[in-house]
T-cell receptor
Framework: DSGVTQTPKHLITATGQRVTLRCSPR?????VYWYQQSLDQGLQFLIQ???????AKGNILERFSAQQFPDLHSELNLSSLELGDSALYFC??????????????FGPGTRLTVT | AQRVTQPEKLLSVFKGAPVELKCNYS??????LFWYVQYSRQRLQLLLR??SRESIKGFTADLNKGETSFHLKKPFAQEEDSAMYYC???????????FGQGTELSVKP
Protein backbone atom coordinates (compact mmCIF):
# COMPACT_ATOMS: atom_id res chain seq x y z
CA ASP A 1 0.00 0.00 0.00
CA SER A 2 1.58 3.28 -1.13
CA GLY A 3 -0.58 5.40 1.18
CA VAL A 4 -2.23 7.24 -1.72
CA THR A 5 -5.97 6.70 -1.81
CA GLN A 6 -8.41 7.25 -4.64
CA THR A 7 -12.18 7.11 -4.80
CA PRO A 8 -14.23 5.76 -6.34
CA LYS A 9 -12.59 2.58 -7.54
CA HIS A 10 -14.95 2.16 -10.46
CA LEU A 11 -17.22 4.61 -12.20
CA ILE A 12 -19.67 3.88 -14.99
CA THR A 13 -21.45 6.79 -16.56
CA ALA A 14 -23.02 7.93 -19.80
CA THR A 15 -21.71 10.23 -22.49
CA GLY A 16 -22.24 13.88 -21.77
CA GLN A 17 -22.13 13.43 -18.01
CA ARG A 18 -19.76 14.94 -15.46
CA VAL A 19 -17.78 13.05 -12.82
CA THR A 20 -15.37 13.89 -10.02
CA LEU A 21 -12.44 11.71 -9.05
CA ARG A 22 -10.86 12.15 -5.66
CA CYS A 23 -7.32 11.60 -4.45
CA SER A 24 -5.70 11.81 -1.03
CA PRO A 25 -1.90 11.96 -1.09
CA ARG A 26 0.46 10.25 1.31
CA UNK A 27 0.85 11.98 4.62
CA UNK A 28 3.43 14.72 4.24
CA UNK A 29 3.37 14.80 0.44
CA UNK A 30 2.64 18.23 -0.99
CA UNK A 31 2.66 17.42 -4.68
CA VAL A 32 -0.15 15.60 -6.48
CA TYR A 33 -0.09 14.37 -10.07
CA TRP A 34 -2.87 13.01 -12.25
CA TYR A 35 -2.24 10.50 -15.02
CA GLN A 36 -4.48 8.81 -17.53
CA GLN A 37 -3.83 5.26 -18.66
CA SER A 38 -5.56 4.06 -21.79
CA LEU A 39 -4.85 1.16 -24.10
CA ASP A 40 -4.04 3.32 -27.08
CA GLN A 41 -2.25 6.26 -25.42
CA GLY A 42 -0.46 4.50 -22.58
CA LEU A 43 0.33 6.51 -19.44
CA GLN A 44 -0.12 10.22 -20.00
CA PHE A 45 0.47 13.02 -17.55
CA LEU A 46 -2.52 15.31 -17.09
CA ILE A 47 -1.81 17.88 -14.41
CA GLN A 48 0.23 18.55 -11.28
CA UNK A 49 -0.49 20.53 -8.14
CA UNK A 50 1.94 21.55 -5.45
CA UNK A 51 0.69 22.82 -2.11
CA UNK A 52 -2.58 23.99 -3.58
CA UNK A 53 -1.26 25.60 -6.74
CA UNK A 54 -1.21 24.30 -10.27
CA UNK A 55 2.38 23.59 -11.23
CA ALA A 56 2.34 21.85 -14.60
CA LYS A 57 -0.12 20.87 -17.25
CA GLY A 58 0.17 18.02 -19.69
CA ASN A 59 -2.19 16.58 -22.24
CA ILE A 60 -5.29 17.61 -20.35
CA LEU A 61 -8.44 18.39 -22.30
CA GLU A 62 -10.31 21.63 -21.71
CA ARG A 63 -13.26 19.54 -20.53
CA PHE A 64 -11.09 18.35 -17.64
CA SER A 65 -10.10 20.40 -14.63
CA ALA A 66 -8.55 19.77 -11.27
CA GLN A 67 -7.82 21.42 -7.97
CA GLN A 68 -5.95 20.77 -4.76
CA PHE A 69 -7.56 21.75 -1.50
CA PRO A 70 -5.99 23.16 1.70
CA ASP A 71 -5.93 19.68 3.24
CA LEU A 72 -3.93 18.64 0.12
CA HIS A 73 -6.46 16.24 -1.30
CA SER A 74 -7.15 16.72 -4.98
CA GLU A 75 -10.10 16.31 -7.28
CA LEU A 76 -10.14 15.75 -11.02
CA ASN A 77 -13.32 16.86 -12.74
CA LEU A 78 -14.22 15.40 -16.10
CA SER A 79 -17.17 16.91 -17.96
CA SER A 80 -19.04 16.35 -21.23
CA LEU A 81 -17.72 12.83 -21.16
CA GLU A 82 -17.04 10.98 -24.37
CA LEU A 83 -16.51 7.29 -25.04
CA GLY A 84 -12.81 7.97 -25.53
CA ASP A 85 -12.47 9.21 -21.96
CA SER A 86 -12.85 5.65 -20.71
CA ALA A 87 -9.56 4.89 -18.99
CA LEU A 88 -7.79 4.30 -15.72
CA TYR A 89 -7.06 7.54 -13.91
CA PHE A 90 -4.18 7.47 -11.48
CA CYS A 91 -3.18 9.93 -8.87
CA UNK A 92 0.37 10.03 -7.55
CA UNK A 93 2.01 12.05 -4.83
CA UNK A 94 5.50 13.06 -3.85
CA UNK A 95 7.13 15.12 -1.15
CA UNK A 96 8.26 17.82 -3.52
CA UNK A 97 8.26 18.33 -7.26
CA UNK A 98 12.01 18.55 -7.60
CA UNK A 99 14.97 17.90 -5.43
CA UNK A 100 15.16 15.71 -2.36
CA UNK A 101 13.00 12.59 -2.27
CA UNK A 102 10.75 13.06 -5.29
CA UNK A 103 9.71 9.54 -6.10
CA UNK A 104 6.08 9.43 -7.01
CA UNK A 105 3.81 6.96 -5.28
CA PHE A 106 0.66 5.92 -7.04
CA GLY A 107 -2.86 5.33 -5.87
CA PRO A 108 -4.95 2.32 -6.94
CA GLY A 109 -6.64 4.28 -9.71
CA THR A 110 -10.21 4.97 -10.72
CA ARG A 111 -11.51 2.95 -13.64
CA LEU A 112 -13.86 5.15 -15.64
CA THR A 113 -16.19 3.58 -18.17
CA VAL A 114 -18.25 5.87 -20.37
CA THR A 115 -21.15 4.17 -22.14
CA ALA B 1 12.60 16.31 -26.64
CA GLN B 2 12.38 14.18 -23.54
CA ARG B 3 11.33 10.70 -24.39
CA VAL B 4 11.41 7.14 -23.07
CA THR B 5 11.39 4.21 -25.43
CA GLN B 6 10.68 0.62 -24.53
CA PRO B 7 11.13 -1.25 -27.80
CA GLU B 8 9.51 -4.51 -26.73
CA LYS B 9 5.78 -4.63 -26.22
CA LEU B 10 5.90 -8.21 -24.99
CA LEU B 11 8.72 -10.32 -23.62
CA SER B 12 8.10 -13.98 -22.95
CA VAL B 13 10.62 -16.15 -21.09
CA PHE B 14 10.66 -19.41 -19.20
CA LYS B 15 11.01 -19.60 -15.45
CA GLY B 16 14.66 -19.51 -14.42
CA ALA B 17 15.80 -17.76 -17.59
CA PRO B 18 17.52 -14.36 -17.49
CA VAL B 19 15.45 -11.32 -18.27
CA GLU B 20 16.39 -7.96 -19.73
CA LEU B 21 13.76 -5.31 -20.32
CA LYS B 22 15.10 -2.56 -22.52
CA CYS B 23 14.69 1.13 -21.91
CA ASN B 24 16.26 3.98 -23.86
CA TYR B 25 15.79 7.63 -23.17
CA SER B 26 16.26 11.03 -24.71
CA UNK B 27 17.04 13.80 -22.25
CA UNK B 28 19.17 16.91 -22.04
CA UNK B 29 21.13 16.92 -18.82
CA UNK B 30 21.37 14.29 -16.13
CA UNK B 31 18.23 12.14 -16.14
CA UNK B 32 16.50 10.73 -13.11
CA LEU B 33 15.14 7.35 -14.09
CA PHE B 34 12.75 4.86 -12.56
CA TRP B 35 11.21 1.49 -13.21
CA TYR B 36 7.60 0.92 -12.19
CA VAL B 37 5.75 -2.40 -12.19
CA GLN B 38 2.02 -2.88 -12.66
CA TYR B 39 0.30 -6.16 -11.87
CA SER B 40 -3.04 -6.78 -13.62
CA ARG B 41 -3.71 -3.06 -14.26
CA GLN B 42 -3.54 -2.24 -10.57
CA ARG B 43 -1.55 0.57 -9.05
CA LEU B 44 1.92 1.27 -10.36
CA GLN B 45 4.55 0.28 -7.84
CA LEU B 46 7.96 1.84 -7.74
CA LEU B 47 10.46 -0.92 -8.44
CA LEU B 48 13.78 0.85 -8.85
CA ARG B 49 15.27 4.32 -8.99
CA UNK B 50 18.65 4.75 -10.57
CA UNK B 51 20.09 7.01 -7.88
CA SER B 52 19.74 4.38 -5.18
CA ARG B 53 21.38 1.55 -7.14
CA GLU B 54 19.50 -0.96 -5.02
CA SER B 55 18.15 -4.34 -6.00
CA ILE B 56 14.47 -5.05 -5.51
CA LYS B 57 12.98 -8.53 -5.97
CA GLY B 58 16.22 -9.51 -7.67
CA PHE B 59 15.95 -6.78 -10.33
CA THR B 60 18.74 -4.35 -11.05
CA ALA B 61 19.15 -1.53 -13.54
CA ASP B 62 22.22 0.42 -14.50
CA LEU B 63 22.19 3.83 -16.08
CA ASN B 64 24.40 3.92 -19.17
CA LYS B 65 24.72 7.54 -20.21
CA GLY B 66 26.81 6.69 -23.27
CA GLU B 67 24.08 4.47 -24.67
CA THR B 68 21.26 6.49 -23.03
CA SER B 69 19.86 3.27 -21.62
CA PHE B 70 18.46 2.05 -18.32
CA HIS B 71 17.77 -1.61 -18.93
CA LEU B 72 16.11 -3.72 -16.23
CA LYS B 73 17.68 -7.09 -15.55
CA LYS B 74 17.07 -10.18 -13.49
CA PRO B 75 19.26 -13.28 -13.65
CA PHE B 76 16.50 -15.84 -12.97
CA ALA B 77 12.89 -15.00 -13.81
CA GLN B 78 10.06 -16.19 -11.58
CA GLU B 79 6.42 -16.69 -12.56
CA GLU B 80 5.37 -13.98 -10.11
CA ASP B 81 7.44 -11.49 -12.12
CA SER B 82 4.79 -11.57 -14.85
CA ALA B 83 3.51 -8.00 -15.08
CA MET B 84 3.74 -4.75 -17.05
CA TYR B 85 6.97 -2.86 -16.57
CA TYR B 86 7.28 0.85 -17.24
CA CYS B 87 10.45 2.83 -17.52
CA UNK B 88 10.08 6.53 -16.70
CA UNK B 89 12.08 9.69 -16.28
CA UNK B 90 11.41 12.86 -14.38
CA UNK B 91 10.71 15.89 -16.54
CA UNK B 92 13.43 18.48 -16.01
CA UNK B 93 11.01 21.37 -15.71
CA UNK B 94 8.03 20.35 -13.66
CA UNK B 95 8.65 17.00 -12.09
CA UNK B 96 6.10 14.96 -14.02
CA UNK B 97 6.94 11.43 -15.04
CA UNK B 98 7.41 10.65 -18.71
CA PHE B 99 6.66 6.99 -19.29
CA GLY B 100 7.64 4.54 -21.96
CA GLN B 101 4.93 2.46 -23.59
CA GLY B 102 5.58 -0.43 -21.25
CA THR B 103 6.75 -3.99 -21.71
CA GLU B 104 4.60 -6.92 -20.71
CA LEU B 105 6.74 -9.63 -19.17
CA SER B 106 5.31 -13.12 -19.28
CA VAL B 107 7.19 -15.82 -17.38
CA LYS B 108 6.11 -19.31 -18.34
CA PRO B 109 6.50 -22.35 -16.06
Amino acid sequence: DSGVTQTPKHLITATGQRVTLRCSPRSGDLSVYWYQQSLDQGLQFLIQYYNGEERAKGNILERFSAQQFPDLHSELNLSSLELGDSALYFCASSVSPRGGPYEQYFGPGTRLTVT
Amino acid sequence: AQRVTQPEKLLSVFKGAPVELKCNYSYSGSPELFWYVQYSRQRLQLLLRHISRESIKGFTADLNKGETSFHLKKPFAQEEDSAMYYCALIDNQGGKLIFGQGTELSVKP
